[in-house]
């Protein structure tokens, strides 16, 4: 079987492992038009909503706000808390319309009342769930947050597919009087509100490190030369782990500045095939017609003319 055979079936075998349009919520906390503008001594706070672990940018002219500081801010939801993760040092790169205005600080009531509010969404999420069963819909529920000044439920669930949960709508309408809303994230979106334990022992990436989720495919595991075994380069969202597309550019910034898989370079008198590139070690393996097998430093081949060559002096590793 041909590679370019192999690879095919690679591919159709990991295609369900990639991201689908619906995996990813793209859409920003922020709703609305932003600020227009900020000078370059107005405080920016990088900030984090807590029950969906989503950060974003705002600004704040008054006191200086410390980490673990509640502010009140809009979101594309409503007006809600957010806690305050600090101060950005450059926000020249950021879009004013992704950057929102902190109304206020929290309040003792304010904190008292998002408190009353996790014991109730326990509550309006065990009511949910009977009825999602109650209406055999194909949905998992993740999670529920009761905004802070605004008369509305948040309901977020994943689905393989579209679900018309009109009726299921009316029947929570019915129990809690309310503005309800039902919002269908992916399973990635799933794993950076819920968190957990990854594959390595620590905890998600897209839980405690970033919430910025970015597209992974399998050409970043075989750039990587990872070992394409879906149980070891898949996370426990069914799909492949974050920490591919982090260390992706790094791998393609390094392959550039050494010979390729499948290059031919003279050396000592013969033909030599590269059969192994080995970014993490600076290792480079080499392979003669006659079958035999050396190992160079990455360190050790120059570009010239078009063409990669051993510098001379190289020495041969174990």
């Known amino acids: 079987?041909?590679?370019?055979?192999?690879?095919?079936?690679?591919?159709?075998?990991?295609?369900?492992?990639?991201?689908?349009?619906?995996d990813i919520e793209t859409s920003s906390v922020i709703t609305g038009e932003g600020i227009e503008?900020?000078?370059?001594?107005?405080?920016?706070?990088?900030?984090?909503?807590?029950?969906?672990n989503e950060t974003f940018l705002a600004v704040w002219p008054g006191d200086v706000?410390?980490?673990?500081?509640?502010?009140?801010?809009?979101?594309?939801y409503g007006k809600d808390l957010a806690?305050?993760?600090?101060?950005?040092?450059s926000h020249g790169f950021q879009p004013f319309s992704e950057i929102a205005r902190i109304e206020r600080t929290a309040t003792a009531e304010d904190l008292e009342k998002a408190k009353d509010h996790k014991e109730h969404e326990q509550n309006a999420f065990r009511v949910c769930k009977e009825k999602i069963e109650d209406h055999h819909l194909d949905m998992k529920l993740v999670s529920v947050h009761f905004l802070l000044e605004e008369s509305k439920i948040l309901f977020f669930f994943t689905a393989e597919n579209r679900v018309d949960f009109r009726e299921l709508v009316k029947d929570l309408v019915g129990v809690?009087?309310?503005?309800?809303?039902?919002?269908?994230?992916?399973?990635?979106?799933e794993s950076r509100v819920v968190g957990g334990l990854g594959v390595c022992g620590r905890c998600y990436c897209c839980h405690a490190i970033s919430d910025k989720l970015k597209p992974v495919s399998i050409k970043?595991?075989?750039?990587?030369?990872?070992?394409?075994?879906?149980?070891?380069?898949?996370?426990?969202?069914?799909?492949?782990l974050c920490c591919l597309a982090y260390e992706h550019l790094f791998y393609g910034e390094q392959r550039r500045l050494v010979p390729p898989e499948d290059c031919k370079i003279s050396w000592d008198g013969a033909l030599w095939k590269v059969v192994e590139v080995n970014v993490v070690l600076?290792?480079?393996r080499l392979a003669a017609e006659d079958g035999r097998v050396i190992c160079f430093s990455?360190?050790?081949?120059?570009?010239?003319?078009?063409?990669?060559?051993?510098?001379?002096?190289?020495?041969?590793?174990?």
């Open 1 to 22: 079987m041909s590679d370019a055979e192999n690879y095919e079936e690679i591919d159709e075998e990991f295609s369900e492992l990639e991201d689908n349009p619906g």
């Open 37 to 52: 503008a900020i000078t370059p001594d107005t405080p920016v706070y990088r900030l984090r909503l807590i029950y969906s």
């Open 65 to 76: 706000l410390s980490p673990g500081n509640m502010v009140l801010v809009p979101t594309r």
């Open 83 to 89: 806690q305050i993760i600090g101060p950005i040092q």
């Open 176 to 189: 809690f009087k309310t503005r309800i809303e039902l919002r269908q994230i992916g399973v990635r979106d």
């Open 220 to 240: 970043m595991a075989k750039d990587q030369n990872l070992s394409l075994n879906s149980m070891k380069i898949s996370g426990p969202c069914g799909r492949l």
């Open 282 to 284: 600076g290792k480079i």
């Open 298 to 318: 990455s360190s050790d081949f120059e570009k010239t003319e078009g063409r990669w060559n051993v510098k001379p002096g190289a020495v041969i590793q174990n």
